[in-house]
């Protein structure tokens, strides 16, 4: 079962992957994240909930975003971590459990669900199998197990409150956090890096921006291409929002009239499983550094990146330190949208 398949087999407010969610509740997470950044953002909306999140993966924003927000709201929120804070868990079926995982994903968040009110799951790809990966299998597997809501905090394909929190920073800069105020040209570039790194950052970025109907380029060297699965989807919904997709290999082209550079680093697909090989690729594409100089090519265009960002590998001092770098703003639009996809988890009109 795939998260798609999940998110459409119940009625619990999942919040599995960007693909999933209707025009009308994009528009509505976006309204309730920017009213939630005022006082209505502390008030006990949420008082005597209880929000369990689950990292397979480490987390600064994530992790403290929904710290901050459950206590914001009144609620209380549990932080659990496999292999060190509790037992190592399996998510596979039909598989004879001989190695470290002491219990299953079917028993533990069968209990969990029945002391908590939303479950969130962090697990990033394995970066193996890309097909096991498009699959997102923990995600899906623990969203299929639970009987509460799941959301997504950084899974295989997809990081939706990444995504979420990207499009309110974007609108913010813009002008108008209510909509998109103007479309403008996005460039989604990559970006190299010490390690190949998963995809579900720029897939959240692309269909991001996507669904707010910008002109969204995405730079990239070849053999670099994102799933196609979620390509498909992200040139649909610019289609619905009147905007566009554009891939390109020429990263200095890309940036001509760009008014956002949003850049991240992922791994060659066709590199899966061959680290020595992906690592060489990195190497061998240093200069898709973000410079001053590349910023110097677009039309005055802001800097975006999710963070954590290696500074001198990914992005030169210069660009960051500058006024034109969004990425405080992106973090801390983070707090505004947890706390709207808890309260939507919990069917709580903010
Ligand atoms: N961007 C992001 O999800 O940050 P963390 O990995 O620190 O949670």
Redesign the pocket.
Known sequence: MSVGDVATSNDLKHLLSLRDLDHDEWEKLLHHAQLLAGPRGREPLLAGRRFGQIFLN??????TAFEVACWDLGAHAVYLQPGTGLWELEYRKDVSMTGAAAEHVQEAIGVLGRMLDGIGMRSFAEMEDAAEDAEDPVLSAVAAASSVPVLNL?SAMD?PH?GLADALTLRRHLGDARRPARKVKVVVRWAPHVKPLPMAVPHAAVLAFARDGHEVVLAHPSGCGLDGGVLSRAVELAGEAGGSIEVMHDKDAAMDGAKVVYAKSWGPRYLYGKQDAACAFLSDHLDWMVTADDMARTDDGAFMH???VRRGLVVEDAVLDSSRSLVLEQGSARLDVQKATLCRAMGVEP
């Open positions: 480490p987390s600064l924003r994530t992790r950084e990081h990444q999710c963070l954590p």
